[in-house]
C-alpha cells in the first residue's frame, strides 16, 4: 500500500473521536452542486459525496509572484493525482477536481476569479497568495461561507477568529523578528525599512520595526529601525527612491559607520528594479540588505547577473517559512524540480498540505459543506504530517509557529543559485548560521 494512502487511512482512524462528536450535532444544510446530494431524507446526519467535488485553486501564475503561483500549482497538482488514487483504492464515488485560476497577484482579479468560481459551485477555495488578495477576498468568502486555506498570505491583519479563511503559513508577527533578529545579530543597530505600499508590506514592515526597536532597548545600546520610503506596488521603476534612500543611508552611514546600518526591503519581484536603480549607489552596496519571503528563492534575481551580484554583496538575506522534515516534502520537492527545473518554496509544501487535508476533511465529514469542513479542519491538521511537516492552527486559522529559513544568492560553479545561509529559532530568537556562511 501506498505510504500516503496508508497514512491517510490511519489519520481518519485518528480521527474517528471527531468524527462522531461532529455527527452527533446537527449539521448545517448542505449545498446543492459539487458533488453534494441533498440532505431531505437526513437532515441531521453526513451526506455522501458522489462525482466531481470541485476545488478552486486560486494562484499568481502570472504577476509579482508568478514563481510562487506556478510552483504551488505543480505541487497541487500532484496532490490532487495522489487523493484521487487513494479514494479509488478505498472505494469511494467521488473525486477532487481542481479548477486552476490566475490572479495575476492582483486582488482585484482574485476576486473576480472567486466569484465566477463560486457561481459554478465552487465552495472551497485553496488561495489566494498575497494578503492584498485574500483582504479583498475575504468578506465575499465570509458573506457566502466560501472556505478559503491559503498557503501564503502572512499579514497579522488577517489574523481573524471565527472567520472563513485559513493560512497554513505563519503570519508575520514571525516574520518580523525572524529579520530584525537577523540584521541585530550581524552588527546592524540602524535599520532603514523599505516597503510595498500594501497590505502584507505594510504589516510586515510594522513587525519588523517593532521588533527590531524592542530589540535595541532590550540591549541596551544606540540604534533604531527607521521608516525609510513605503512604495507604490505597481511602480516599474525606482530611480527616485533609490536615491531618497541613498540619502538616508549616506547620512547614517557617516554618523555610525557602515557596519552598524542596513537595509530592510519588503517586496515582491520588484526587487530587481529596486536592486537596479540601488546599485548605482555605492554606498548601497556597502551595507547589509535583509529580504522577506516575498524575495526568497525569486528566480528573476539569480537569472539576471548583475543584480545577483547586488544581492550577494549586500548578502540579501531572505527569511521564509520553514517547513519541517518529512518525506512527504521530500516526494512534493522532487516532483516540482523534475517538471520546473527548480525547487519549490516553502509555500508549495503548505498548498499541498491544504489540498490533502480539504480532501481528508471531505471524506470525514461526507459533505461538500464549507461550515462543516472548516470546524473540523483544526482537528484534521493538528493530526496530519504532510509536506510542510506537522502542525497546529492557532485560534486565529493561522499556522501557530514557524522557524525561519535564511536564503541567500551564492554563485556555485559559475551559476548564480539560493541555498539556506542560516535558520531562525523562533523559540529562542536565535540565529543559527550555516557553516560556510561568514557573518
Excluded at 459525496?49 to 504577476?63: H, W, Y
Excluded at 529596486?274 to 534575481?301: K, N
Excluded at 540579501?316 to 512527504?328: G, H
Amino acid at each position: 500500500m501506498d505510504s500516503k494512502v496508508a497514512y491517510a487511512l490511519m489519520l481518519i482512524c485518528l480521527l474517528i473521536g471527531v468524527g462522531i462528536g461532529w455527527a452527533a450535532k446537527p449539521t448545517p444544510k448542505a449545498p446543492t452542486g459539487g458533488g453534494a446530494p441533498t440532505k431531505a431524507q437526513c437532515p441531521k446526519c453526513p451526506t455522501g459525496l458522489s462525482g466531481e467535488v470541485p476545488i478552486g485553486a486560486l494562484l499568481s501564475l502570472t504577476g509579482a509572484l508568478s514563481n510562487y503561483g506556478e510552483n504551488s500549482e505543480v505541487a497541487l497538482k500532484l496532490a490532487e493525482k495522489q487523493i484521487n488514487e487513494w479514494l479509488a483504492s478505498i472505494g469511494e464515488k467521488w473525486r477532487i477536481k481542481v479548477y486552476y485560476e490566475d490572479t495575476a497577484t492582483d486582488p482585484k482579479t482574485a476576486l473576480d476569479k472567486m466569484q465566477a468560481l463560486y457561481g459554478k459551485g465552487v465552495k472551497i477555495f485553496i488561495g489566494p497568495m498575497t494578503s492584498a488578495e485574500v483582504s479583498t477576498v475575504k468578506n465575499y468568502a465570509d458573506a457566502n461561507k466560501l472556505l478559503v486555506i491559503s498557503q501564503s498570505s502572512t499579514s497579522p491583519a488577517l489574523s481573524i477568529s471565527d472567520d472563513m479563511v485559513f493560512r497554513y503559513c505563519p503570519d508575520d508577527t514571525i516574520q518580523g523578528p525572524a529579520a530584525a533578529h537577523t540584521a541585530f545579530q550581524l552588527g546592524v543597530r540602524h535599520l532603514v525599512v523599505v516597503w510595498r505600499g500594501d497590505t502584507w508590506g505594510d504589516g510586515l514592515a510594522e513587525t519588523t520595526i517593532e521588533a527590531f526597536n524592542k530589540l535595541v532597548k532590550e540591549k541596551g545600546v544606540q540604534g533604531e529601525a527607521i521608516k525609510g520610503i513605503r512604495y507604490d506596488p505597481n511602480a516599474k521603476e525606482f530611480s527616485t527612491e533609490a536615491a531618497k534612500l541613498n540619502q538616508i543611508v549616506s547620512d547614517l552611514v557617516q554618523k555610525y559607520g557602515k557596519d552598524e546600518v542596513g537595509v530592510s526591503f519588503i517586496g515582491f519581484t520588484e526587487y530587481v528594479a529596486f536592486a537596479a536603480a540601488a546599485s548605482q549607489y555605492p554606498v548601497l552596496s556597502e551595507v547589509l540588505w535583509i529580504g522577506s519571503d516575498g524575495t526568497a528563492d525569486t528566480p528573476q534575481i539569480v537569472q539576471n547577473p548583475s543584480i545577483a551580484e547586488f544581492a550577494i554583496k549586500t548578502r540579501f538575506l531572505n527569511p521564509i517559512f520553514a517547513p519541517s522534515s518529512s518525506p512527504f516534502l521530500d516526494e512534493v520537492k522532487s516532483y516540482v524540480k523534475q517538471k520546473l527545473g527548480r525547487e519549490p518554496d516553502s509555500y508549495a509544501y503548505a498548498a499541498y498540505d491544504a489540498l490533502w487535508t480539504a480532501a481528508i476533511a471531505l471524506e470525514m465529514t461526507k459533505s461538500y459543506d464549507p461550515v462543516t469542513i472548516a470546524k473540523i479542519l483544526p482537528s484534521v491538521v493538528k493530526r496530519y504530517m504532510g509536506a510542510s511537516g506537522n502542525f497546529q492552527l492557532n485560534k486565529y486559522g493561522d499556522r501557530a509557529f514557524s522557524d525561519y529559513f535564511l536564503r541567500v544568492v551564492v554563485k556555485k560553479n559559475g551559476k548564480y543559485t539560493w541555498d539556506t545561509a542560516g535558520v531562525y529559532r523562533c523559540s529562542t530568537g536565535v540565529v543559527e548560521f550555516s557553516s560556510w556562511f561568514k557573518p
